[in-house]
């Protein structure tokens, strides 16, 4: 980061300065000043409004968190106190709305003293996050063993939010984990500005809220016989041991309270109609079917669901009575995704309901259900917001949607003027891997790297300006399914929550990916001093395998983690603490075979990243076409195949149902249908001798081949992420096939390419051909 000492400091440009100031979520105004405020013992916070109880309250907090890390006897002053006293910290709550933001701030740190202004308490305490941020960290403190003293660097930040809906969800319906480990959760949300707590307390595997009415919710509800070992489901394997777990009213009282303080709004979450057996299994005259019903032992989507009838509303809106004495937001989170319609096919009250209100089928019966249900709410000042699969069968007219299955269903919402909130499979799902899954614990799938969470625009280009006023913002989810300790939780939270916090607070203008790792290892610092057990970012360098022309690579490689050490083999041995230290970029000979370079961080306490790895090796030129062919015409064709596929393999030998020429080779995630295959063939023209690199993303299964040779493998289901190959091409012309297939949910194609000395882009005009 020594490149950024000495480059001109703009007002406006939040790019710059970020290791002086290693915020995140980075601020929208930074203006760096000169000389610092130094914390001492003598240093007191004043109150503007000494009798706003909620602004001394915030004030409170702040100042235990901070005596704790620095062992100040920090203090507020005292009504005798001189107000005007320098070596202060000033809290004023009048500022007239500045930014017209009430979660906004303006923090002003000169050598005399601190000021903060905001329009509200929320404002403030988002300023003291900052402030806290700007605080050295004791992990940081240098060599001099003194520790650190406590300056805070002079700077001017006007802040405040990009999105209102800044949001964190956590299932404690497959692991129930302990109070002290939500209220955890919680501070470490709104430290960094995340404001809203979605809490998922309904599941087939176990419902954790107590209602009064119904005590079976949770004396049967909360406990399941066993659960299943790990991905045994067929033949199902389970461990044997009885496991459970529910959240009192009073411990529910409890966290609203303790979440209110941080200004974070819970939205609680109660399963309709599916995801709903830990509840059936209770209350079995709820279902279509006859029980009894088990609490799940194992994952995934079950068959038997709420049935439509009046008993099942009589009993939702109870619970939900309950549900809203407890949960004092506005907003109730009635899940909707994943509810099996066949047992309201073959139930005869299920059909007498359709029979009875006119509906065409049972995705309009899941629509009557939950419009139902959104009248009740609504009628008690609530509002609704569902899953995605709530747009299915026509949307209740107020819904909120939350869109997972990739982003279609949030545009559509946006586009029929409902609000809005994304969490995507492809960037938002933190029960993703964030590495090589070889190197990982057990997860559920997919693959979420932090730097694809830190690339998520939560507004889609498709949007116009009006329609995207519905995006309220974005959220991660957390299912726990293989996630059985809070350990665990944390490893899979922690660093991405930092990601989509800057995502969600941050202008857009502020993106950096390279200036978020700067900051990070502060932010990683103090979580380290709270013992929070976050995931150590992987060695940059290594991302995929690479090809040259040249006689040698050069291969560099990096970590955000100020004290992190790299340690490196290029024998193919595993990286090991006692692997030679990385002090420069590697030198390495391109030969056939190639080299595979093989790299973790390790801390100074013993902890280390997981291993990654590429191989290098000397490129083979791939021979262009030869001679040309004659009659070249633009565009590619493009096939397209229908049925529901698992592999692009499956698409092999079939006829397509439709056949054109295109000019690239996307497939729009907007595109109608899902179950469709893709074929794309032509010819790719390259104008020179180079190591081009294919970048393919896709949702879900793609391959791409040149000159008949598969260059990139992205076969099979999985979010929108990206992957990378290299091929050397001789000037001219090569074939070129891409494949791809979605099934339910899926979203798009894309390809890019790069090469030495073409900078990334889709394929260039006038490159591809077609016979
Ligand atoms: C979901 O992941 N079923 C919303």
Same mark, same amino acid.
């Given at each position: 980061?020594?490149?950024?000492?000495?480059?001109?400091?703009?007002?406006?440009?939040?790019?710059?300065?970020?290791?002086?100031?290693?915020?995140?979520?980075?601020?929208?105004?930074?203006?760096?000043?000169?000389?610092?405020?130094?914390? $001492?013992?003598?240093?007191?916070?004043?109150?503007?409004?000494?009798?706003?109880?909620?602004?001394?309250?915030?004030?409170?907090?702040?100042?235990?968190? &901070?005596?704790?890390?620095?062992?100040?006897?920090?203090?507020?002053?005292?009504?005798?106190?001189?107000? #005007?006293?320098?070596?202060?910290?000033?809290?004023?709550?009048?500022?007239?709305?500045?930014?017209?933001?009430?979660?906004?701030?303006?923090?002003?740190?000169?050598?005399?003293?601190?000021?903060?202004?905001?329009?509200?308490?929320?404002?403030?305490?988002?300023?003291?996050?900052?402030?806290?941020?700007?605080?050295?960290?004791?992990?940081?403190?240098?060599?001099?063993?003194?520790?650190?003293?406590? *300056?805070?660097?002079?700077?001017?930040?006007?802040?405040?939010?990009?999105?209102?809906?800044?949001?964190?969800? =956590?299932?404690?319906?497959?692991?129930?984990?302990?109070?002290?480990?939500?209220?955890?959760?919680?501070?470490?949300?709104?430290?960094?500005?995340?404001?809203?707590?979605?809490?998922?307390?309904?599941?087939?595997?176990?419902?954790?809220?107590?209602?009064?009415?119904?005590?079976?919710?949770?004396?049967?509800?909360?406990?399941?016989?066993?659960?299943?070992?790990?991905?045994?489901?067929?033949?199902?394997?389970?461990?044997?041991?009885?496991?459970?777990?529910?959240?009192?009213?009073?411990?529910?009282? $409890?966290?609203?309270?303790?979440?209110?303080?941080?200004?974070?709004?819970?939205?609680?979450?109660?399963?309709?109609?599916?995801?709903?057996?830990?509840?059936?299994?209770?209350?079995?005259?709820?279902?279509?079917? !006859?029980?009894?019903?088990?609490?799940?032992?194992?994952?995934?989507?079950?068959?038997?669901?709420?049935?439509?009838?009046?008993?099942?509303?009589?009993?939702?809106?109870?619970?939900?009575?309950?549900?809203?004495?407890?949960?004092?937001?506005?907003?109730?989170?009635?899940?909707?995704?994943?509810?099996?319609?066949?047992?309201? +096919? +073959?139930?005869?009250?299920?059909?007498?309901?359709?029979?009875?209100?006119?509906?065409?089928?049972?995705?309009?019966?899941?629509?009557?259900?939950?419009?139902?249900?959104?009248?009740?709410?609504?009628?008690?000042?609530? *509002? @609704?917001?569902?899953?995605?699969?709530?747009?299915?069968?026509?949307?209740?007219?107020?819904?909120?949607?939350?869109?997972? *299955?990739?982003?279609?269903?949030?545009?559509?919402?946006?586009?029929?003027?409902?609000?809005?909130?994304?969490?995507?499979?492809?960037?938002?799902?933190?029960?993703? /891997?964030?590495?090589?899954?070889?190197?990982?614990?057990?997860?559920?799938?997919?693959?979420?790297?932090?730097?694809?969470?830190?690339?998520?625009?939560?507004?889609?280009?498709?949007?116009?300006?009006?329609?995207?006023?519905?995006?309220?913002?974005?959220?991660?989810?957390?299912?726990?399914?293989?996630?059985?300790?809070?350990? /665990?939780?944390?490893?899979?939270?922690?660093?991405?929550?930092?990601?989509?916090?800057?995502?969600?607070?941050?202008?857009?203008?502020?993106? $950096?990916?390279?200036?978020?790792?700067?900051?990070?290892?502060?932010?990683?610092?103090? =979580?380290?001093?709270?013992?929070?057990?976050?995931?150590?970012?992987?060695?940059?360098?290594?991302?995929?395998?690479? @090809?040259?022309?040249?006689?040698?690579?050069?291969?560099?490689?990096?970590?955000?983690?100020?004290?992190?050490?790299?340690?490196?083999?290029?024998?193919?041995?595993?990286?090991?603490?006692?692997?030679?230290? /990385?002090?420069?970029?590697?030198?390495?000979?391109?030969?056939?075979?190639?080299?595979?370079?093989?790299?973790?961080?390790? =801390?100074?306490?013993?902890?280390?990243?997981?291993? %990654?790895?590429? *191989?290098?090796?000397?490129? %083979?030129?791939?021979?262009?076409?030869?001679?040309?062919?004659?009659?070249?015409?633009?565009?590619?064709?493009?096939?397209?195949?229908?049925?529901?596929?698992?592999?692009?393999?499956?698409?092999?030998?079939?006829?397509?149902?439709?056949?054109?020429?295109?000019?690239?080779?996307?497939?729009?995630?907007?595109?109608?249908?899902?179950?469709?295959?893709?074929?794309?063939?032509?010819?790719?023209?390259?104008?020179?001798?180079?190591?081009?690199?294919? #970048?393919?993303?896709?949702?879900?299964?793609?391959?791409?081949?040149?000159?008949?040779?598969?260059?990139?493998?992205?076969?099979?289901?999985?979010?929108?992420?990206?992957? &990378?190959? !290299?091929?050397?091409?001789?000037?001219?012309?090569?074939?070129?096939?891409?494949?791809?297939?979605?099934?339910?949910?899926?979203?798009?194609?894309?390809?890019?390419?790069?090469?030495?000395?073409?900078?990334?882009? $889709?394929?260039?005009?006038?490159?591809?051909?077609?016979?």
């Amino acid at each position: 980061m020594a490149a950024l000492v000495g480059t001109i400091v703009s007002a406006c440009s939040p790019g710059r300065n970020q290791h002086v100031f290693p915020l995140i979520p980075y601020p929208m105004r930074l203006l760096p000043g000169s000389g610092y405020f130094l914390l $001492d013992p003598a240093t007191r916070v004043i109150l503007t409004e000494t009798d706003d109880a909620e602004l001394r309250g915030v004030a409170e907090r702040w100042l235990q968190e &901070v005596r704790s890390q620095t062992t100040l006897p920090l203090r507020i002053a005292s009504e005798a106190e001189d107000r #005007h006293r320098p070596n202060a910290i000033l809290l004023q709550l009048d500022r007239p709305a500045c930014r017209g933001d009430e979660e906004g701030y303006r923090l002003v740190v000169d050598r005399r003293r601190v000021l903060l202004e905001a329009g509200s308490p929320v404002g403030i305490f988002y300023g003291l996050q900052t402030l806290g941020q700007l605080l050295p960290t004791r992990h940081g403190s240098g060599s001099s063993g003194r520790g650190p003293s406590w *300056r805070i660097p002079s700077v001017e930040i006007e802040d405040a939010p990009r999105f209102p809906y800044r949001g964190m969800h =956590l299932d404690v319906g497959r692991h129930v984990f302990p109070v002290s480990f939500i209220r955890r959760y919680i501070d470490w949300m709104a430290a960094f500005k995340m404001n809203t707590f979605h809490w998922h307390l309904t599941e087939d595997q176990g419902g954790r809220l107590e209602v009064r009415r119904y005590p079976r919710l949770t004396e049967v509800g909360a406990f399941r016989a066993e659960t299943m070992v790990e991905k045994n489901h067929d033949p199902y394997i389970g461990d044997g041991v009885p496991y459970g777990g529910y959240y009192t009213q009073a411990d529910v009282r $409890d966290i609203v309270a303790y979440a209110a303080e941080r200004f974070v709004t819970i939205i609680p979450e109660i399963e309709m109609p599916g995801h709903s057996t830990a509840a059936l299994a209770a209350y079995p005259e709820l279902a279509c079917t !006859d029980g009894p019903f088990e609490v799940a032992t194992r994952w995934g989507v079950f068959e038997d669901i709420y049935c439509p009838g009046e008993r099942t509303f009589l009993f939702l809106e109870a619970v939900l009575e309950e549900v809203m004495e407890l949960f004092p937001g506005e907003y109730i989170h009635i899940g909707g995704d994943e509810a099996p319609k066949r047992s309201w +096919e +073959e139930s005869p009250l299920a059909q007498a309901v359709i029979r009875r209100e006119g509906l065409a089928d049972e995705q309009e019966l899941q629509s009557y259900f939950i419009g139902r249900i959104e009248a009740f709410l609504n009628s008690r000042g609530r *509002r @609704l917001i569902g899953w995605d699969e709530i747009l299915e069968g026509g949307l209740a007219p107020n819904a909120t949607v939350m869109s997972w *299955r990739g982003i279609a269903g949030g545009i559509e919402a946006a586009r029929e003027g409902h609000d809005v909130i994304m969490t995507p499979t492809s960037h938002l799902y933190f029960d993703f /891997y964030q590495g090589d899954p070889s190197q990982e614990p057990l997860a559920i799938g997919g693959y979420t790297p932090l730097e694809r969470v830190y690339a998520f625009e939560p507004v889609p280009e498709e949007l116009t300006t009006e329609e995207a006023r519905h995006i309220l913002g974005a959220q991660a989810n957390v299912w726990t399914e293989y996630m059985k300790t809070t350990d /665990y939780v944390e490893y899979m939270v922690y660093p991405r929550l930092l990601a989509l916090a800057e995502v969600v607070w941050s202008p857009s203008e502020a993106r $950096d990916w390279a200036g978020f790792l700067a900051r990070l290892s502060p932010r990683l610092a103090r =979580l380290d001093a709270a013992g929070v057990n976050y995931r150590i970012p992987d060695v940059s360098g290594l991302e995929h395998d690479r @090809l040259t022309l040249d006689s040698h690579f050069t291969v560099e490689l990096g970590t955000p983690l100020a004290e992190g050490e790299i340690r490196y083999t290029t024998d193919g041995s595993e990286a090991t603490v006692a692997s030679p230290r /990385y002090t420069s970029p590697l030198r390495i000979q391109a030969t056939d075979e190639g080299t595979s370079v093989a790299a973790r961080i390790f =801390l100074p306490d013993g902890r280390s990243s997981a291993v %990654r790895r590429a *191989r290098f090796a000397r490129a %083979r030129l791939h021979r262009a076409e030869s001679p040309e062919p004659v009659d070249l015409r633009p565009g590619v064709t493009g096939e397209r195949f229908q049925g529901a596929f698992g592999s692009v393999e499956d698409l092999r030998g079939l006829d397509p149902v439709e056949s054109s020429v295109t000019e690239g080779l996307e497939v729009h995630h907007e595109l109608e249908g899902n179950e469709l295959g893709f074929r794309f063939a032509g010819l790719l023209r390259v104008p020179r001798d180079d190591v081009y690199t294919f #970048h393919v993303s896709s949702e879900h299964g793609s391959r791409l081949y040149v000159d008949h040779r598969l260059v990139v493998d992205h076969d099979g289901f999985h979010g929108m992420v990206e992957r &990378v190959g !290299d091929v050397a091409l001789e000037a001219g012309l090569h074939p070129l096939e891409v494949w791809y297939f979605r099934g339910e949910g899926g979203g798009g194609l894309r390809v890019q390419i790069s090469g030495e000395r073409l900078s990334r882009s $889709d394929i260039p005009e006038g490159w591809l051909y077609h016979r």
